[in-house]
């Protein structure tokens, strides 16, 4: 991984973990605790191939009932173009 920003050229990218939301099919997956690099300047996060190889392989598994995710969660959605604050 290079160690500047590619988004805004900032040198300074700090080692930390973070929430990852993994989309597909209308599906979402939420990891927490993945490994990045996030820009100190922009916020841009950067994640090695390896780490999303992991959390596709894990999709698949939770999507072909393989395995069970560790906790389920409730989330609300809303329509913005519903919305009239
Ligand atoms: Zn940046």
């Known amino acids: 991984m290079s160690n500047n920003c590619v ?3 900032h040198k300074h ?6 929430r990852y ?6 599906q ?6 993945v490994p ?3 820009c100190s300047f922009c916020g841009e996060q950067y994640f090695d191939a390896s780490v999303l190889e992991t959390i596709e392989q894990d999709y698949q598994a939770i999507a072909n ?3 069970q995710p560790t906790r389920f969660l409730q ?3 809303e329509d913005f ?5």
């Open 7 to 9: 988004f805004c050229g």
């Open 13 to 18: 990218l700090i080692s930390k973990t973070t």
């Open 21 to 26: 939301i993994y989309q597909k099919n209308q």
């Open 28 to 33: 979402l997956l939420i990891i927490d605790h």
């Open 36 to 38: 990045c690099l996030e």
């Open 65 to 67: 009932a393989e395995k």
């Open 75 to 77: 989330v609300a959605i």
């Open 81 to 85: 173009s519903l919305l009239s604050l």
